[in-house]
Every structure is written in structure tokens, then in C-alpha cells.
């Protein structure tokens, strides 16, 4: 019972923290004249990447040996497995739940050119990631390691570069530590960023600690806990983020917080576990990483084929989180 009321705690915690985010990072993003996408897919999607960052480092250095290593290895390809198929459907049910205020419904308001260019680069450099493990000599996956990194400051620049600035036809919500000012201090500004971000890690950490105690009791296997457990917690941010966002009709923000993750977390993390571990990947990981490509492939086709975006396309990937639930119960994957 204990666990359970902490769970709750924890979830309103990273919920009043990813409020003060969201709106924290918009007006730093006005402030810098950064583009909608930069603010998305770059600021909001590495900040709240933060606790499921750290989960792997962790384990893959003090989670001891090989049990450490396969727990670090499965929390590194659980995060983009989650917020491509679990992220997708949530946001996919917040559209459709907030479609009543959506005048162009079903079409989500989506800058589709800073999409595609999201989606692309998590298609690519999540195969290449899946793909290194199967290279024997490690000096041919350090090289991998160094092209995901040059890969993700490529796509960086020109998610920073291209798109429209949020200050064009933008009215933001006033910031909450200067609820009066029309025109809020920078410091101010930061000092919001920090401490919502406080809130979401502490929330996040709580969640995980009462998840793993639950899971114990349940006795769910570790690669389990690592490759779906863990994400899911350490994910909330990204997925609360999103929907405050889908709730203001600012869908770009909402999918480029979790697609810019996903490219994060594709390509920057893995080139960590490369370099950190021997990155050899069971047959659950590889399951996993498959159904994540084909969930975020099937919205990368409709963003490039037609121009546009539907919830239900989001929403599908709730059936390839499903999947892999129904593999694990059926003892397909241990």
C-alpha cells in the first residue's frame, strides 16, 4: 500500500514538474529566438531525458558485471522502444481527446518538415545502433560509437537552424515565478527550468524505486524491469510534457519532445553502451528495437507521404507495445 501511495506522489510531482517545464522552456526559447522544433526536439527532449539517462550509466558501472551490463544495455533500447509505441499512443489519445478544441481535426498542427527530419534520423541511427551489435572486432563499433555522435550534432544543427522561431504569432502563457510581468527576467527564466527539472528527476527516482519494489513482489525477471519497467517510469516526463502541449494545440512541441528524445536517446546513449559495454543484444532487445522501427516507421510514412498527421497513426503504436507485452507473457521473451 506504501508503494502505491508513493507512486502517486511520484506521478503528481513530475506532473507539476513537466508544467513548470514546458512552460519554463517556451519562454527560453522565445527569449533565444530559438525555432519551435529547437525548443521541442532539442531543449524539452534532452532535459527530460535526463532520468532515464541516467539509469544505464548506473547500471553498466556499478550494477556489477554482466547482470549490470545486460540491465544497462536493455534500459538503453527500452527507452526509444517506449516513447516510440507507449509515447505514440498516449499522445495519440490526448488528440483525440482534446478534439473537440481542433477545428482541422483529425490533421494534427504539425510542422511536418521538422518531423520527418526527426523521424528520419531516429530510423537511421536506431538501425545503425541495432545493426553494430552484430560487428565483431570492437574496434568497428567504437567507429560506430564516433558516427552517432557526429550524427546527432548534425541533426542538432539543423533542428536549430530551420523552422519557424516560436516569437512568430506565439502568445505564451505568463511565466510562473513572474506571473505579472509581461516580459519575464532570463534568470527567472533558468531558475523555472531547474527547478522543474528538480521535480521531474526526484519524481522520476521515486517512481522507479516504488516500480522496482512492486516488481520484486510480483517477480518480474531484471531484463524485464530494465527494458520495460525502468523506461516506462523514467519516460513520464516526455509523455506528461506531450500532452499539456496536445491540450494547447501546439503539436509540434508535443511529438518533437519525444521524437527529439528518440534521436537522443538513439543515437548519443548508444554510442555510451557501445563504448562502455561489449553490446551484444538478446533476442528481446532486438524484438523490441524492431517493433520501435516499424511503430515510428508507419508515422514517418504518413508525415512524408501526405503532408500531415493523424492521432490514430500515433495511436497504433500502442499495438506494438502490445506485442512485445504479449511475447513476454507468453514466455517468448525472457
Not at 516569437?167 to 533558468?190: K, Q
Not at 508515422?299 to 506494438?320: A, D, E, K, M, N
Amino acid at each position: 500500500m506504501l508503494d502505491i501511495v508513493l507512486l502517486l506522489i511520484s506521478l503528481g510531482v513530475i506532473l507539476l514538474g513537466a508544467e513548470g517545464f514546458t512552460n519554463g522552456v517556451e519562454w527560453l526559447g522565445k527569449k533565444l529566438h530559438l525555432t519551435e522544433g529547437a525548443v521541442g526536439s532539442i531543449l524539452a527532449a534532452v532535459g527530460t531525458a535526463l532520468p532515464e539517462t541516467m539509469i544505464p550509466i548506473i547500471a553498466i558501472l556499478f550494477g556489477g558485471g554482466h547482470a549490470g551490463e545486460e540491465i544497462g544495455i536493455g534500459a538503453i533500447l527500452g527507452a526509444p522502444f517506449m516513447l516510440s509505441t507507449l509515447a505514440f499512443f498516449i499522445t495519440g489519445v490526448a488528440v483525440i481527446a482534446y478534439r473537440s478544441r481542433r477545428p482541422n481535426y483529425p490533421r494534427m498542427n504539425l510542422d511536418t518538415a521538422t518531423m520527418g527530419r526527426d523521424l528520419g534520423f531516429f530510423l537511421c541511427v536506431y538501425s545503425v545502433s541495432v545493426l553494430a551489435s552484430f560487428l565483431g572486432a570492437h574496434i568497428w563499433k567504437q567507429l560506430v560509437a564516433v558516427g552517432l555522435v557526429i550524427a546527432y550534432a548534425t541533426y542538432a544543427y539543423l533542428t536549430v537552424t530551420r523552422g519557424n522561431t516560436l516569437e512568430e504569432g506565439e502568445d505564451l502563457n505568463p511565466l510562473y515565478l513572474a506571473r505579472r510581468a509581461a516580459e519575464p527576467a532570463s534568470v527567472l527564466v533558468v531558475l523555472q527550468i531547474i527547478l522543474a527539472l528538480g521535480m521531474i528527476v526526484s519524481g522520476a527516482r521515486l517512481f522507479v524505486t516504488g516500480v522496482e519494489d512492486l516488481a520484486r513482489l510480483i517477480g518480474i525477471p531484471p531484463f524485464v524491469l530494465a527494458l520495460i519497467i525502468a523506461p516506462v517510469a523514467t519516460e513520464l516526463p516526455e509523455k506528461f510534457n506531450s500532452v499539456i502541449w496536445v491540450g494547447r494545440g501546439k503539436d509540434t512541441l508535443a511529438l518533437g519532445n519525444i521524437t527529439g528524445a528518440m534521436v537522443f536517446q538513439s543515437s548519443m546513449i548508444p554510442a555510451l553502451g557501445i563504448t562502455m559495454t561489449s553490446w551484444e543484444l538478446t533476442t528481446g532487445a532486438l524484438i523490441s528495437a524492431v517493433l520501435a522501427i516499424f511503430s515510428a516507421g508507419l508515422v514517418f510514412f504518413q508525415i512524408t507521404r501526405h503532408r500531415y498527421l493523424t492521432p490514430y497513426t500515433l495511436v497504433s503504436g500502442g499495438v506494438f507495445y502490445g506485442i512485445f507485452v504479449i511475447l513476454i507473457f507468453n514466455g517468448v521473451i525472457r
